[in-house]
């Protein structure tokens, strides 16, 4: 069993920062490629920032410049540094992260609960 707990979500004004962490726990062997995504209401899911097990990084184009994904395997934890927050930030935030729970086991996609993120005067 694998978990994924998100937390660093809450209410923020426009212009300022929230630093998101996701730390996943349970049978782990290793952990491939972490990601963050959200979903704003009535919209879809979208990609915001990944990371491979190398650390190379993948970032959506309406966050480039202002987010920073990084993970300390060391913690299973992957984190997203967000600053310059705008009005169009706002949504539940999903981390996931690719696993696999014995050497010869495939990754398994993972899902957090979410975590929200609101920005707003």
């Known amino acids: 069993q694998v978990q994924l707990v998100e937390s660093g979500g809450g209410l923020v004004q426009p212009g300022g920062w929230l630093r998101l962490s996701c730390t996943v726990s349970g049978s782990i062997f290793s952990i491939n490629d972490m990601g963050w995504y959200r979903q704003a209401p009535g919209k879809q899911r979208e990609l915001v920032a990944t990371i491979t097990g190398g650390g190379s990084t993948n970032y959506a184009d309406s966050v480039k410049g202002r987010f920073a994904i990084s993970r300390d395997d060391a913690k299973n934890t992957v984190y997203l540094q967000m600053n310059s927050l705008k009005p169009d930030d706002t949504a539940v935030y999903y981390c996931?992260?690719?696993?696999?729970?014995?050497?010869?086991?495939?990754?398994?996609?993972?899902w957090g609960q979410g975590t929200q993120v609101t920005v707003s005067t």
């Open positions: 996931n992260a690719d696993v696999r729970a014995r050497m010869r086991s495939p990754a398994v996609t993972y």
